[in-house]
């Protein structure tokens, strides 16, 4: 097992990409806290880790709130023992440009998709440097690396996050910290459930070569690898998964 009794705290843990990467963690062996602002869909994901002979805690946190992250992190130190890996998934994708958005609509994409993960690193950072080392990965997507159309409030939150990652990878790769990110593709998870199936096929089969729809159990498999030893070496990088569509100007 690539995490065996690593302890991985997960955010967005109750659906979609983060749901799928509290099964592929502690399948690896990885004691999992699954963190969600809804505690029922979190309560799930760790009853059906349990149920397969893994070990998991629910939490409840608003991970835009100081509070409930510095809260997140205690409760999964007292209750798993450590915390070695972190894994921020939490997401909020308003449309709109910036003479369209709301302010309000502004303020809550930035702060769950970018100071979150600003909180979490820095409640999560002093326990990993007390223990020796950790890992912390952060979900960003394309639309961090070339804005999107009608996107503004996600599109800067998600290059934030980019350099956010760098940043901690350099300021912290002495204490044997490592940080990355992972920019997926279009994936068919509750974020994009606003986006309908014709619209969606029509994207891809413009701007994504190799066909088919992304799993977010394949960005999981990725984050695996990320948070093992196999990649030791490995930190301020970005890994992009989307068929292709940063490759060119594909239409």
Not at 94 to 107: A, L, N, Q
């Amino acid at each position: 097992m690539k995490l065996r009794d690593k302890v991985a705290l997960i955010t967005g843990g109750g659906s979609g990409i983060g749901a799928a990467s509290c099964y592929a963690f502690a399948r690896e062996g990885a004691l999992v806290a699954v963190a969600n602002r809804t505690l029922a869909k979190a309560e799930a994901v760790a009853r059906q880790i349990e149920s397969e002979g893994g070990r998991a805690i629910a939490i409840c946190a608003d991970v835009s709130l100081s509070a409930d992250v510095r809260n997140m992190i205690d409760n999964t130190v007292t209750e798993l023992g450590a915390l070695d890996i972190v894994f921020n998934n939490a997401g909020f994708s308003p449309s709109g440009r910036v003479t369209d958005i709301s302010e309000t609509d502004w303020d809550e994409c930035l702060n769950i998709d970018l100071k979150s993960v600003f909180l979490t690193a820095r409640y999560a950072l002093p326990r990993m440097i007390e223990k020796g080392g950790g890992v912390i990965l952060n979900t960003a997507g394309t639309f961090g690396i070339r804005a999107a159309a009608n996107k503004a409030a996600y599109s800067v939150a998600k290059a934030g996050v980019i350099n956010l990652t760098r940043s901690i990878a350099l300021d912290y790769a002495r204490d044997n910290i490592r940080c990355n990110v992972i920019c997926p593709g279009y994936v068919d998870t509750p974020l994009n459930e606003g986006f309908p199936a014709t619209a969606r096929d029509a994207f891809l089969e413009q701007y994504q070569p190799l066909r088919g729809l992304i799993g977010a159990g394949e960005v999981a498999e990725m984050a695996v690898y990320l948070a093992s030893d196999a990649a030791r070496m490995i930190t301020g990088q970005v890994f992009v998964l989307d068929g292709g569509q940063q490759a060119g100007l594909f239409a």
